[in-house]
């Protein structure tokens, strides 16, 4: 079975990889690369948990075939850190109680994040929309959406 | 056996990969391939790709649009002068399904889905497919009703005029999620007005049969009549004529069959 | 927000609390917000196998013959795995407490029971090959007739869905097809109460669709033993399930769990880990299985369907004198937890009211239908669901305001319940009134002044004399009469109540009668438990 060699970006540093024919992003990072952020919730584009940015647009990693990143950036909830310290976003989320299973957090992160990231300053709707390809079954989206306009509000008093 | 990945660099030979071999399937956004791969559909073995940027061009400078079948929804709403699209290309998913999904793709989008299908029917769009014996142009409706067939060609692009106003040209989507849901029934209409008197109506369903439909009895309703309370009343009646929904977890056929006159009532009344 | 209302029973109360009333940060947040917490597929393991397994087409087929010889040559195929295979191919998971008999295989052998049942398993390379093989597998059935509806379930000739309970009802004690609740004597009251309202509710099964799908990764570990990373929410239960199947002792593994992707109670049924396990026994390689989206929706187990009647008798000033149920639970093709879904929902009769007269039936049935579990308060959600409608249109029946019908029905301390227990901290009346003060509802004077603890016990503690079943003629059969209560104003509706003569003999009774002074305890799961 012939492998095709893949090279990215990977929160900042180059990765290289063999993947199968077809293999999806989700399964080149995790069980290739593996980081282990990125979730398989539906692998059907229907819940956002997979949810990672490819040169800084939101894209579901599980319909992404692998090989079409070749050479383009890849940012996942694991780089999204800055060093030691959590990202506003992930504090926010974490004051506001806006994870209950973790499943959904890593992608609800990762939206949140290309909504703030292209809009410091988003309204309520706007974080609604950002986010509604995610699916949250427990904690409600009521404390996601506060805690994304925390991080917003914070970020724009810093 | 894995899957096999054919990357061309132009959309011809492209279709010709896809004309030759019947396992193959062409991917555009990935939101239908890369789903039926990750759900164990083993009818696809190869994976058809093209990297020509014609297939990623807008065209929406003049009265006639024309979109490559790789533009991506995010795009047409990046795009000013798609105004008029901007309402179905929202109505599609979250963020990510629209920085993904294609134009082309949508075509072939089984129900609940293919939204944008539903305006492009309503629009009277033309499909520009390559297949194996060249390129051609086939209007959209007979497009769908051949769509189970048309899995060896590739579609280039998608044309229609631009509506001559934004009162021409109406569309809903019905979805039981808000901001976003898989459609409970999606509706577009096009009514172009000529000396008060409605010319040309279209009006486009989508969750209503198999494929997008045109509700030509509605259209025959308004067709040559102004759009009065009594014409939005017949058309509205005459909604459901020619359909055949089925029961899926979003809404039972007799739901859709229930409900459609009332939404293309509210759609052509300009209720919210 | 969360308010506190620390007015109410504050004499009942240490306020001087440390932690209620405080916020807390839950101890896995950092792990989550970071995306380091890890749930049971974030283990990448050396070698792993996929398994993936065969769904049965059919609601209801005999198996006449399984033909594995072409998946078996597929590339990639490391074990293709049969019910025969499997230890001990037949159980119910509340067997671990003694309760029911083992009625569903880990792979059906000569029979399917419901669309999408589990036939073969195979242990492949990748997930890809293992779909590959799984198309070669040729099944011939034998379609047999299919039942869907509970009631159809019960009638005389209904198709046998699950032979270990030939009636199509989970057996209680060996001997009882539904759980009895017998309190007073609700026909007497119902004959005289100024209003009869009956009707019918029903709820369809609910998926609990947890965004991480059902799932176990399996892998040998040192001295034979296993490790198991798994999705359960009910580690210790599952383990010993695995045990019971795989036939081993449950020492045999170590199963690392507790960071579940969303539960709700659906992932309790331990479906995925006993194959996993068998697949890594089989070929000596890490094995997982995981349920894929449609996999999950459709064939993972949901809340199971219920369908409800409600026959209250009420009294012009407001009373409810008695409340006839009669109720059905569709445990799907096999039992899983629905039979103590009907334990529980029995024991929630008839709801937080105090009504002297109440009888109650009901059912665990077997269908063809996906095989239905536990989930957030079954056996109760939608017998509450019925019970507050019910509530409300009897207010309206006689006009009242709905709260302030449920104060003056409300259980208070001291009150008898149905189950002949006292009522112990009772806090209706008081989350009543609550309710309507931050609804701005109003309530009259004397309702705002309602209190649990007053005006409970003394006659309300009576338990009343209660005929037996065996005391008269009776019918197991659904009472059709229906209520005027949708077509007829209140002022009208005076439906003369009585009984149908019964349309079946009355069910043998082996056990003595029950004593009607009260003596008879209401049935648990945990009574039946043998030491």
Same mark, same amino acid.
């Given at each position: 079975?012939?492998?095709?060699?893949?090279?990215?970006?990977?929160?900042?540093?180059?990765?290289?990889?063999?993947?199968?024919?077809?293999?999806n992003?989700?399964?080149?990072?995790?069980?290739?690369?593996?980081?282990?952020?990125?979730?398989?919730?539906?692998?059907?584009?229907?819940?956002?948990?997979?949810?990672?940015?490819v040169?800084?647009?939101?894209?579901?990693?599980?319909?992404?075939?692998?090989?079409?990143?070749?050479?383009?950036?890849?940012?996942?909830?694991d780089?999204?850190?800055?060093?030691?310290?959590?990202?506003?976003?992930?504090?926010?989320?974490?004051?506001?109680f806006?994870?209950?299973?973790?499943?959904?957090?890593?992608?609800?992160l990762?939206?949140?994040?290309?909504?703030?990231?292209?809009n410091?300053?988003?309204?309520?709707?706007?974080?609604?929309?950002?986010?509604?390809?995610?699916?949250?079954?427990?904690?409600?989206?009521e404390?996601?959406i506060?805690?994304?306009?925390?991080a917003?509000?914070?970020r724009?008093?810093? | 056996?894995?899957?096999?990945?054919?990357?061309?660099?132009?959309?011809?030979?492209?279709?010709?990969a896809?004309?030759?071999d019947?396992?193959?399937?062409?991917?555009?956004?990935?939101?239908?391939?890369?789903?039926?791969?990750?759900?164990g559909?083993?009818?696809?073995?190869?994976?058809?790709?093209?990297?020509?940027?014609?297939l990623?061009?807008?065209?929406?400078?003049?009265?006639?649009?024309?979109?490559?079948?790789?533009?991506t929804f995010?795009?047409?709403?990046?795009?000013?002068?798609?105004a008029?699209?901007?309402?179905?290309?929202?109505?599609?998913?979250?963020p990510?399904?629209?920085?993904?999904?294609t134009?082309?793709?949508?075509?072939?989008?089984?129900?609940?889905?293919?939204?944008?299908?539903?305006?492009?029917?309503?629009?009277?769009?033309?499909?520009?497919?390559?297949?194996?014996?060249?390129?051609?142009?086939i209007p959209?409706?007979?497009?769908?009703?051949?769509?189970?067939?048309?899995?060896g060609t590739?579609?280039?692009?998608?044309?229609?005029?631009?509506p001559?106003?934004?009162?021409?040209?109406r569309?809903?989507?019905?979805?039981?999620?808000?901001?976003?849901?898989?459609?409970?029934?999606?509706?577009?209409?096009?009514?172009?007005?000529?000396?008060?008197?409605?010319?040309?109506?279209?009006?486009?369903?989508?969750?209503?049969?198999?494929t997008?439909?045109?509700?030509?009895?509605?259209?025959?309703?308004?067709?040559g009549r102004?759009?009065?309370?009594?014409?939005v009343?017949?058309?509205?009646?005459?909604?459901?004529?020619g359909?055949?929904?089925?029961?899926?977890a979003?809404?039972?056929?007799?739901?859709?069959?229930?409900?459609?006159?009332?939404?293309?009532?509210?759609?052509?009344?300009?209720?919210? | 927000?969360?308010?506190?209302?620390?007015?109410i029973?504050?004499?009942?109360?240490?306020?001087n609390?440390?932690?209620i009333?405080?916020g807390?940060?839950?101890?896995?947040?950092?792990?989550?917000?970071?995306?380091?917490?890890?749930?049971?597929?974030?283990?990448?393991?050396?070698g792993?196998?996929?398994l993936?397994?065969?769904?049965?087409?059919?609601?209801?087929?005999?198996?006449r013959?399984?033909?594995?010889?072409?998946?078996?040559?597929?590339?990639?195929?490391?074990?293709?795995i049969?019910g025969?295979?499997?230890p001990?191919n037949?159980?119910?998971?509340?067997?671990?407490?003694?309760?029911?008999?083992?009625?569903?295989?880990?792979?059906?052998?000569?029979k399917?029971?419901y669309?999408?049942?589990p036939?073969i398993?195979?242990?492949?390379?990748?997930?890809?090959?293992?779909?590959?093989?799984?198309?070669?597998?040729?099944?011939? =059935?034998?379609?047999?007739? #299919?039942? +869907?509806?509970?009631? $159809?379930?019960?009638?005389?000739g209904a198709? &046998?869905?699950?032979? /270990?309970?030939?009636?199509?009802?989970?057996?209680?004690?060996?001997?009882?097809?539904?759980?009895?609740?017998r309190?007073?004597?609700?026909?007497?009251?119902?004959a005289?109460?100024?209003?009869?309202?009956?009707?019918?509710?029903?709820?369809?099964p609910?998926?609990?669709?947890?965004?991480?799908?059902?799932?176990a990764?399996?892998?040998?570990?040192?001295?034979?033993r296993?490790?198991? =990373?798994t999705?359960t929410? #009910?580690? +210790?239960?599952?383990? $010993?399930?695995?045990?019971?199947?795989?036939? &081993?002792?449950?020492? /045999?593994?170590?199963?690392?769990?507790?960071?579940?992707?969303g539960?709700?109670?659906g992932?309790?049924?331990?479906?995925?880990?006993?194959?996993?396990?068998?697949?890594?026994?089989?070929?000596?390689?890490?094995?997982?299985?995981?349920?894929?989206?449609?996999?999950?929706?459709?064939?993972?187990?949901?809340?199971?369907?219920?369908?409800?009647y409600?026959?209250?008798?009420?009294?012009?000033?407001?009373?409810?004198?008695a409340?006839?149920?009669?109720?059905?639970?569709?445990s799907?093709?096999?039992?899983?937890?629905?039979?103590?879904?009907?334990?529980?929902?029995?024991?929630?009769?008839?709801?937080?009211?105090?009504?002297?007269?109440v009888?109650?039936?009901?059912?665990?049935?077997?269908?063809?239908r996906?095989?239905?579990?536990a989930?957030?308060?079954?056996?109760?959600?939608?017998?509450?669901?019925?019970?507050?409608c019910?509530?409300?249109?009897?207010?309206?029946?006689?006009?009242?305001?709905?709260?302030?019908?449920?104060?003056?029905?409300?259980?208070?301390?001291?009150?008898?319940k149905a189950?002949?227990?006292?009522?112990?901290n009772?806090?209706?009346?008081?989350?009543?009134?609550?309710?309507?003060?931050?609804?701005?509802?109003?309530?009259?004077?004397?309702?705002?002044?309602?209190?649990?603890?007053?005006?409970?016990?003394?006659s309300?503690?009576?338990?009343?004399?209660?005929p037996?079943?065996?005391?008269?003629?009776?019918?197991?059969?659904?009472?059709?009469?229906?209520?005027?209560?949708?077509?007829?104003?209140?002022?009208?509706?005076r439906?003369?109540?009585?009984?149908?003569?019964?349309?079946?003999?009355?069910?043998?009774?082996?056990?003595?009668?029950?004593?009607?002074?009260?003596?008879?305890?209401?049935?648990?799961?945990?009574?039946?438990?043998r030491?």
């Amino acid at each position: 079975m012939s492998k095709i060699p893949l090279q990215f970006r990977h929160n900042g540093r180059e990765v290289a990889i063999f993947v199968d024919g077809g293999t999806n992003l989700l399964v080149a990072l995790r069980e290739l690369i593996g980081d282990m952020t990125p979730k398989f919730g539906c692998g059907q584009g229907g819940c956002g948990t997979c949810s990672v940015l490819v040169d800084g647009e939101l894209v579901l990693s599980c319909l992404t075939l692998a090989e079409t990143v070749a050479g383009r950036s890849i940012e996942t909830l694991d780089g999204m850190k800055q060093g030691p310290n959590l990202h506003p976003l992930q504090r926010a989320f974490a004051d506001n109680f806006a994870a209950q299973c973790g499943y959904c957090t890593p992608g609800m992160l990762m939206a949140a994040k290309a909504l703030l990231d292209r809009n410091p300053s988003p309204s309520r709707d706007e974080v609604i929309e950002a986010i509604s390809g995610n699916i949250c079954r427990c904690t409600g989206y009521e404390p996601i959406i506060n805690a994304i306009l925390a991080a917003a509000g914070g970020r724009i008093s810093a | 056996m894995a899957v096999t990945v054919k990357t061309f660099p132009s959309a011809s030979e492209a279709a010709g990969a896809l004309s030759s071999d019947r396992s193959a399937r062409y991917l555009g956004g990935g939101t239908l391939v890369m789903r039926a791969l990750n759900e164990g559909d083993i009818s696809i073995s190869t994976v058809v790709r093209a990297l020509d940027q014609a297939l990623t061009r807008i065209d929406a400078s003049g009265p006639r649009i024309t979109l490559g079948a790789g533009v991506t929804f995010a795009r047409v709403l990046a795009e000013r002068d798609l105004a008029f699209l901007h309402a179905p290309a929202r109505s599609i998913g979250g963020p990510a399904v629209r920085n993904m999904g294609t134009i082309g793709g949508n075509l072939f989008a089984p129900t609940p889905y293919g939204d944008f299908t539903v305006a492009l029917l309503a629009l009277d769009a033309t499909v520009a497919v390559q297949g194996g014996f060249g390129a051609r142009d086939i209007p959209i409706e007979e497009f769908l009703q051949a769509r189970d067939r048309q899995a060896g060609t590739l579609v280039l692009s998608v044309s229609c005029t631009r509506p001559a106003s934004s009162e021409a040209f109406r569309y809903r989507k019905i979805a039981r999620i808000k901001p976003k849901g898989g459609s409970v029934i999606t509706l577009a209409a096009h009514l172009p007005i000529s000396g008060g008197r409605i010319a040309s109506a279209r009006i486009a369903l989508g969750s209503m049969a198999p494929t997008q439909i045109r509700a030509r009895a509605a259209e025959r309703a308004l067709e040559g009549r102004s759009l009065d309370a009594a014409t939005v009343a017949a058309a509205a009646s005459a909604a459901s004529e020619g359909t055949s929904p089925s029961d899926n977890a979003l809404g039972s056929a007799w739901y859709r069959r229930e409900i459609v006159g009332v939404h293309l009532r509210r759609l052509l009344s300009g209720q919210e | 927000m969360l308010e506190l209302r620390k007015d109410i029973f504050a004499d009942e109360r240490d306020d001087n609390l440390n932690e209620i009333g405080k916020g807390t940060q839950r101890q896995d947040m950092l792990g989550h917000v970071t995306g380091t917490s890890s749930f049971f597929n974030d283990h990448k393991l050396q070698g792993m196998l996929h398994l993936k397994v065969v769904r049965s087409t059919q609601a209801h087929a005999r198996i006449r013959r399984i033909d594995t010889t072409e998946a078996e040559r597929s590339a990639g195929v490391r074990r293709i795995i049969r019910g025969a295979d499997v230890p001990v191919n037949l159980n119910t998971l509340l067997s671990l407490i003694n309760f029911g008999k083992d009625d569903e295989p880990s792979l059906a052998v000569d029979k399917v029971r419901y669309k999408g049942e589990p036939i073969i398993a195979i242990v492949a390379d990748s997930e890809r090959e293992a779909f590959e093989a799984i198309a070669k597998v040729k099944i011939d =059935y034998e379609p047999l007739p #299919a039942v +869907f509806d509970v009631e $159809d379930a019960l009638k005389p000739g209904a198709p &046998v869905v699950n032979e /270990t309970y030939p009636k199509n009802t989970f057996t209680y004690h060996e001997t009882y097809d539904h759980q009895r609740l017998r309190f007073g004597d609700a026909d007497a009251a119902l004959a005289t109460a100024d209003h009869v309202l009956e009707q019918r509710y029903q709820m369809s099964p609910i998926e609990h669709a947890p965004t991480e799908t059902n799932g176990a990764i399996a892998a040998p570990d040192t001295n034979g033993r296993y490790v198991v =990373y798994t999705s359960t929410q #009910a580690l +210790f239960f599952s383990v $010993d399930t695995c045990a019971k199947i795989l036939d &081993v002792p449950s020492n /045999t593994f170590h199963f690392i769990g507790g960071t579940v992707g969303g539960g709700f109670g659906g992932k309790v049924d331990t479906l995925t880990e006993p194959l996993a396990i068998l697949g890594a026994m089989l070929t000596g390689r890490p094995v997982r299985y995981m349920f894929g989206r449609e996999e999950e929706m459709q064939y993972g187990p949901p809340r199971g369907a219920e369908r409800i009647y409600i026959k209250d008798g009420v009294m012009r000033d407001g009373r409810v004198v008695a409340r006839k149920i009669r109720a059905y639970f569709d445990s799907g093709a096999y039992t899983r937890l629905s039979s103590y879904a009907a334990v529980k929902c029995a024991a929630h009769l008839p709801g937080p009211y105090t009504i002297p007269n109440v009888y109650g039936d009901v059912y665990c049935v077997f269908t063809n239908r996906t095989p239905a579990t536990a989930m957030r308060g079954f056996g109760v959600t939608a017998m509450d669901f019925a019970i507050e409608c019910q509530m409300d249109k009897l207010a309206h029946l006689v006009g009242m305001d709905p709260m302030e019908f449920r104060i003056l029905n409300a259980y208070r301390d001291g009150d008898m319940k149905a189950h002949r227990r006292e009522a112990k901290n009772t806090a209706l009346i008081e989350c009543v009134q609550v309710a309507a003060e931050k609804a701005k509802w109003p309530l009259r004077e004397e309702f705002k002044r309602a209190s649990s603890r007053k005006d409970g016990g003394g006659s309300r503690a009576v338990i009343p004399p209660t005929p037996t079943d065996s005391s008269r003629a009776r019918s197991t059969n659904p009472v059709q009469q229906r209520t005027s209560y949708d077509r007829l104003p209140p002022t009208v509706t005076r439906e003369p109540p009585r009984e149908p003569p019964p349309t079946v003999p009355p069910p043998p009774s082996p056990r003595p009668a029950a004593p009607s002074h009260g003596a008879t305890r209401f049935s648990s799961v945990f009574g039946t438990r043998r030491r």
